[in-house]
């Protein structure tokens, strides 16, 4: 069984930067995609950013060219750094390994 622990999430003001970390830990046999998504309030979960085994990645294209996704596949954990942040990027951001394992979240929040 996998389990993802994130962390990096605050409050920001506009413009500011955030970096997140989900690490993944238990028994897996390969290398997985992850990736981040993003729930704000009264919305449906959506996808931020994706990173393969390999590290193909794809954005969201709200995100594109402010986020980057990376990951260390010899520590199992994945990164989000998120700059020029915008109010609008405000809400709890989830880790997700394979498709079917999700962290608990970590709130973002962008003051304006």
């Known amino acids: 069984q996998v389990q993802l622990v994130e962390s990096g999430g605050g409050l920001v003001q506009a413009g500011g930067s955030l970096r997140l970390s989900c690490a993944a830990s238990?028994?897996?046999?390969?290398?997985?995609?992850m990736g981040w998504y993003r729930q704000a309030p009264g919305n449906q979960r959506d996808l931020v950013a994706i990173?393969?085994?390999?590290?193909?990645?794809n954005y969201a294209d709200s995100v594109k060219g402010r986020f980057t996704i990376s990951r260390d596949n010899t520590k199992n954990t994945v990164y989000l750094q998120m700059n020029s942040l915008k109010p609008e990027d405000t809400g709890v951001y989830y880790c997700?390994?394979?498709?079917?394992?999700w962290g608990q979240g970590t709130l973002v929040t962008v003051s304006s």
């Open positions: 990173i393969t085994g390999g590290g193909l990645t």
């Open positions: 997700n390994f394979g498709g079917g394992v």
């Open positions: 238990g028994r897996f046999f390969s290398i997985n995609a």
